[in-house]
């Protein structure tokens, strides 16, 4: 091979080489995180049965029933609350006066019906961002229609517009980027059952949820009907909870990652009612 040859064979092996490393350094931020959370995946369990959990179980070892499944209980004994009325002995002759009933007065009774998510806090993560409402709009999957829920384009969480409200009954359903636009959810994969979880209302005060539940759903490449299926994670449900969406591992939508929290009794700073 001539020198010339070689100088050229040299120079061009040297410059592949240094947009090899020149790739690598760019793709550090993205190839880390990557790697560090698909890692963390099979600690976290897949395809569970979709539960309705009670503030009180959701603050007690004993696992909540699947829905459908009711739990068998011997009746509760019923204790009286009050002593029967005495006999009224009469003289003869003696008609007891009548008794009338107090006339029922009207009183206003305030209902209360909730308040949208304004803020949240998760300290195990040290994450602190606002929480704001969006929509969702309708595109083709696989050639079917399908619902997909817009996420903020910044660092915050959305708040599904049709989910519940915070302190009432209700499935509260919280979405977040966790690669682009803030990467609000970054680490939410990090917290761990038990953690506690606070949500400021637009109501002013603060509702704690504690983490009871932690999936991994598949999604990509997954057919209409498992969609379908992991789509029950954002829909009403008959208790109080909050449930938090976002994407798994880094950088790739593959996965749903999906806590759901219960109202923690044990340590509630506010219910808005008062």
Known sequence: ???????????????????????????????????????YTPRIPTAPPFAIITPTQANNPVAALPVGVEPTAEPAEVTPT?????????EPGVT???TSEPEPTATATAVWTGTKPTNIVIP????????????????????????????????????????GLL??????VLNGHNTLKGEVFRYLYRVEIGAQIFVEGKDGEVYVYRVGEKYILREAGQSLEVRLENARYIQDTPDERLTLVTCHPYGSLANRLVLIAYPDVSDHLGNGAS
Do not use: C
């Open 1 to 39: 091979m001539s020198t010339r040859k070689w100088k050229l064979a040299s120079v061009t092996l040297w410059g592949g080489a240094g947009l090899i490393l020149l790739g690598m350094v760019l793709a550090y931020p993205r190839i880390v995180p990557f790697v560090e959370t698909f890692l």
């Open 82 to 90: 009050s002593s029967p009325a005495p006999a009224v002995i009469l």
């Open 96 to 98: 007891p006066a009548a």
């Open 124 to 163: 195990s993560i040290d994450l602190d961002a606002p929480v704001v409402s969006i929509g969702w709009k309708v595109e083709k999957v696989d050639g079917q229609d399908q619902a997909i829920w817009d996420v903020p384009d910044y660092r915050a969480a959305g708040w599904h517009d049709t989910s």
């Open 167 to 172: 302190g009432v009954t209700g499935n509260a």
